[in-house]
């Protein structure tokens, strides 16, 4: 039987990457949730319609979000635009917060997320998967690492792809979002009961993905 895995933490904790590789070694489809609100945030700014909440709930109504694969990639899309490279500028990750923290843009993504993990085979990562999207999943783990690390991680990411960022203040805005994310009305980011913790700092992304490989039996 395919397995439904759920794999939740803080922003720079790798999720993303390791959900990804997981996926490819189970034969599941990898879910990125975290791109899904990006892909509003970057329609947000993409339109300057402006980053009220009101504005932010206008576009998300109008817009459809979906990740397709093209070739053996998961590509993200708004409406009919390729967004994957676009979603990850320093632009939409100062926005994706305040865009995430949004009942009505919460529940169109949920209700999205819920219909490409009916069938199972599917390893979904976020902030509140296993505590809100998918609370019966067969597998949960809550991926975190050091404040430090994760700016670090993020820093080399953005580096490779041209931006220059003191390390201090992506420090400052990871630590930022964290509160942000966890302080949050809706669904905010929690480790549920039966998820297992894994800290992953100081361990390279083999031995991370060893690690979730083995907890998914």
């Given at each position: 039987m395919k397995k439904t895995v759920a794999i939740d933490g803080p922003a720079g904790a790798g999720k993303s990457t390791i959900a990804k590789l997981v996926a490819e070694k189970l034969g599941y489809i990898y879910i990125d949730t975290g791109a899904m609100y990006r892909a509003v945030a970057w329609k947000v700014l993409d339109t300057g319609a402006g980053t009220t909440d009101e504005a932010i709930i206008r576009t998300a109504e109008k817009l459809h979000v979906s990740l397709r694969f093209v070739g053996d990639n998961v590509r993200v899309f708004a409406d009919d635009t390729d967004v994957t490279e676009k979603i990850r500028t320093p632009e939409v990750t100062a926005l994706v917060s305040q865009v995430a923290q949004l009942g009505p843009v919460r529940e169109k993504m949920v209700e999205l997320q819920r219909g490409m993990a009916k069938d199972g085979g599917v390893v979904m990562d976020g902030r509140d998967i296993a505590s809100n999207v998918l609370p019966n999943a067969d597998v949960k783990i809550f991926l975190t690492a050091s404040i430090e690390?994760?700016?670090?991680?993020?820093?080399?990411?953005?580096?490779?792809?041209?931006?220059?960022?003191?390390?201090?203040?992506?420090?400052?805005?990871?630590?930022?979002?964290?509160?942000?994310?966890?302080?949050?009305?809706?669904?905010?980011?929690?480790?549920?009961?039966?998820?297992?913790?894994?800290?992953?700092?100081?361990?390279?992304?083999?031995?991370?993905v060893a690690k979730v490989m083995e907890l998914c039996g």
């Open positions: 690390e994760r700016a670090l991680r993020r820093w080399k990411e953005m580096k490779a792809k041209g931006y220059e960022e003191p390390i201090e203040n992506l420090a400052a805005e990871i630590e930022a979002r964290d509160k942000a994310d966890s302080e949050r009305a809706i669904s905010p980011l929690v480790r549920v009961p039966e998820a297992t913790l894994l800290d992953t700092t100081g361990m390279t992304i083999d031995e991370v």
